[in-house]
């Protein structure tokens, strides 16, 4: 049997009711998948082992586009994302909380090249895009002014581009949302559940188990507690790779090793301005986007070398001026922003760079996700996990099995994000 075979056994196998399923993770990725499951009738606990969000979740840039997202297959999973963000702010309004309209924001994203290098690199990137049927549009500097009044261009900009389909997210909203109708479909979230591991009556949690068996699971928790499950979804973040381990398998993820890698980006988040920008900015210096109440969160990609989790900078730091800087030569109005808090984002990063979204081969009631698009991917992926868990193949996940790995990890991990045009 193959590991999507194993996997539709297992879902299908069983006593008779809904399925119980623990999904481990209580971020974007893993409460989207638990109110999927929640919503087509299995039994779902979601398990977190501090508070919903309080890992890549809150620490993201959080920009919903499938924009450079190559090859095809990668493309197709985060041009489905963006779709089923609009979607899910669409539900109806029986399903959704009285503020359901103010997490996603589909106010488009404008990108502004100065060199050479830039300016090839978006003008591909937004041909690519055109080809594909997205809204893509060349403007002038007097259509920027008009769409954001208080933006000082670059003596000769040579591109300035609108990706109209774009948008943003409050991450934390969009977790509170998706909780609420988790429960509101009969789902339960456990938090302070810390996992300590699991035990499968006929051995599954061995890679060399009989891969055909479907006996359910014991999810043991670190206080003692401990849920009988017939199906375990890992979508724990960076913490995916170690619980995997627990069941005696990989899950390979890149780990932050030293300042400045794949694994780090700071964000700088800063008072409110008086004309704050009205859609997401990329410029050669900086990338911006509103992030409410006037606020502005912050990026400067070249700055991330520094980047280090145990050693973040604060609010009066050098790096903080630098950010400073940087925004008021973009931004002018500015002139009296400060920096409110850095942080260092850690980013979910399989081995390889690629989204794994994969039953776990040789252990029938596992499925694993880990992805560094988690906040593109999160709605998508929980429709089309759930649906996996549940049975029945999502096409589009082809492309991201944990089968991959057969040949061995990658020695080196991927390269992180850079600025437009580097190589």
Not at 39 to 44: F, K, L, N, R
Not at 164 to 172: C, I, V
Not at 400 to 410: A, D, I, K, Y
């Amino acid at each position: 049997m193959t590991a999507s075979e194993d996997q539709a056994a297992a879902a299908s196998g069983g006593a008779a009711g809904p399925q119980r399923i623990v999904v481990v993770g209580a971020g974007i990725v893993g409460a989207s998948i638990g109110l999927n499951l929640a919503e087509q009738g299995a039994q779902v606990t979601v398990l977190e082992a501090e508070t919903p969000g309080a890992g890549t979740t809150s620490t993201s840039y959080a920009w919903v586009n499938s924009n450079g997202k190559e090859p095809e297959s990668y493309y197709a999973i985060n041009r489905a994302g963006l779709l089923a963000h609009r979607e899910f702010a669409a539900a109806p309004a029986g399903r959704r909380s009285e503020d359901a309209e103010t997490w996603f924001l589909p106010t488009g994203h404008l990108e502004i090249a100065a060199d050479v290098a830039h300016e090839e690199d978006v003008r591909r990137r937004a041909e690519a895009l055109k080809a594909r049927g997205h809204q893509v549009e060349d403007l002038s500097a007097e259509q920027v002014r008009e769409l954001e009044p208080g933006l000082v261009l670059p003596e000769q900009p040579r591109a300035m581009i609108l990706f109209r389909e774009e948008a943003y997210l409050y991450p934390l909203r969009y977790l509170a949302e998706a909780l609420h109708r988790l429960r509101q479909a009969g789902g339960t979230l456990l938090t302070g559940a810390r996992v300590a591991g699991f035990a499968a009556p006929d051995g599954g949690g061995s890679p060399n188990a009989d891969s055909s068996a479907a006996a359910p699971v014991t999810v043991q928790l670190e206080d003692g507690r401990s849920l009988e499950a017939d199906q375990v979804v890992l979508a724990a973040g960076r913490w995916t790779g170690g619980l995997a381990a627990a069941a005696g398998v990989e899950v390979p993820l890149a780990e932050f090793q030293e300042p400045g890698d794949v694994t780090v980006g700071y964000l700088a988040r800063t008072t409110a301005v008086p004309h704050p920008l009205q859609r997401l900015l990329t410029s050669p210096w900086l990338n911006a986007r509103p992030d409410g109440g006037g606020r502005l969160l912050l990026q400067a990609l070249d700055l991330d070398v520094t980047a280090d989790p145990g050693d973040v900078s604060g609010p009066d730091s050098e790096l903080a001026a630098e950010f400073l800087r940087r925004l008021r030569a973009v931004l002018p109005d500015a002139a009296g922003a400060q920096i409110e808090e850095i942080v260092v984002g850690q980013r979910v990063m399989p081995a390889d760079g690629k989204t794994i979204a994969s039953p776990v081969p040789g252990v029938p009631w596992m499925y694993a996700v880990a992805t560094h698009s988690g906040v593109t991917l999160a709605p998508f992926l929980g429709r089309a996990v759930a649906s996996e868990v549940l049975g029945h193949a999502e096409p589009l996940l082809e492309d991201f099995r944990l089968e991959r790995f057969r040949e061995g990890v990658p020695a080196e991990p991927p390269r992180g994000p850079r600025k437009p045009g580097e190589q």
